[in-house]
């Protein structure tokens, strides 16, 4: 990872205060994602807690909250899917941007948590 983001991202998880909120968020996310025209369909049959959960560990090692990180890694973790379009990764974080202003989050905020997700756009665009 980027590590100048990472104070940024210590920021963001003081602003949000807890593992819980950072999981509750992080489901809300991807809740909005499947019920997206344009990538909704990447999510139908999925356990979206699960995936939500894997994910949201993801970030909160990236936040220092976490020491480690069990599940597999972005690169990794969508082989099995239908090719991950440019256009999809950009909609994921409009989805994102606006999700987070609906929970009035700071827009720092906003910022570092997208800038996060970008940091990973080439190992999830040509995995
Ligand atoms: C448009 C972009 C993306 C789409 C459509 C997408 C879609 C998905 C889907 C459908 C899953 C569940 C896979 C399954 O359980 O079968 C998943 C898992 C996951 N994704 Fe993404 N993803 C995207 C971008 C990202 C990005 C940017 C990151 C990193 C910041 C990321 C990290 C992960 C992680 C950590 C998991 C869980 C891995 C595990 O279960 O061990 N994804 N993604």
């Known amino acids: 990872?980027?590590?100048t983001i990472k104070p940024a991202l210590e920021a963001l998880y003081s602003e949000l205060g807890s593992d819980e909120r950072v999981f509750a968020l992080m489901l809300g996310f991807y809740e909005a994602m499947a019920r997206d025209t344009m990538i909704g369909f990447f999510f139908f049959g999925k356990d979206l807690v699960a995936v939500s959960r894997k994910q949201?560990?993801?970030l909160l090692r990236a936040?220092?909250?976490r020491e480690s990180y069990s599940g597999k890694s972005p690169?990794?973790?969508h082989g099995h899917l239908a090719p991950i379009l440019p256009g999809f990764f950009d909609r994921?974080?409009?989805i994102l941007e606006e999700y987070l202003r609906t929970q009035g989050?700071?827009?720092s905020g906003i910022v570092a948590w997208v800038t996060f997700e970008e940091a990973f756009r080439d190992a999830v665009l040509n995995r």
């Open 63 to 65: 936040m220092g909250a």
């Open 92 to 94: 994921r974080a409009r």
């Open 56 to 58: 949201a560990e993801f």
């Open 1 to 3: 990872m980027n590590t």
């Open 75 to 77: 690169a990794q973790a």
């Open 105 to 107: 989050i700071s827009e």
